[in-house]
């Protein structure tokens, strides 16, 4: 069974940076699409970005573009999301997701098959 943890979440202040870490355990880390999505309190699950399998392609909601970077340690179970420039609107728990049945997802989430339970990311204003 494929289980991702997240970590690296916290209270930030607009304009500062965190970055994310999503390690995978109990699968076959190298062959899944991978991608993060936020949740803010009584709002809908949303894209933030995604990266192939390789990590050779990725791919950005436009909210964050420029401001994030996806990326991948295939050889550490890992994958990262930086994030720079934060804003109050940032603010959310953001989830990682795996996709086991192909090498490039999409941006919806039911396209994932496995999730992690989600950091909070708190940006002050």
Same mark, same amino acid.
């Given at each position: ?15 500062? &940076? ?5 390690? %995978?355990?109990?699968? $076959?880390? *190298? ?31 436009? +909210?964050?573009?420029?401001?994030? *970077?996806?990326?991948?340690? =295939?050889?550490? =179970? *890992?994958?990262?999301?930086?994030? =720079? +420039? ?5 603010? %959310?728990?953001?989830?990682? %997701?795996?996709? &086991? ?5 999409? *941006?919806? %989430? $039911? $396209?994932? =098959? ?10 002050? +204003?």
């Amino acid at each position: 069974q494929v289980q991702l943890v997240e970590s690296g979440g916290g209270l930030v202040q607009a304009g500062g &940076s965190l970055r994310l870490s999503c390690v %995978a355990s109990g699968g $076959t880390f *190298t062959r899944y699409a991978m991608g993060w999505f936020r949740q803010a309190p009584g709002k809908e699950r949303v894209f933030v970005a995604q990266i192939s399998a390789n990590g050779g392609v990725t791919n950005y909601a436009d +909210s964050v573009k420029g401001r994030f *970077t996806i990326s991948r340690d =295939n050889a550490k =179970n *890992t994958m990262y999301l930086q994030m =720079n +420039s934060l804003k109050p609107e940032d603010t %959310a728990v953001y989830l990682c %997701a795996g996709d &086991s049945r192909r090498p490039y997802s999409t *941006t919806y %989430a $039911t $396209t994932y =098959n496995y999730w992690g339970q989600g950091t909070q990311v708190t940006v002050s +204003s």
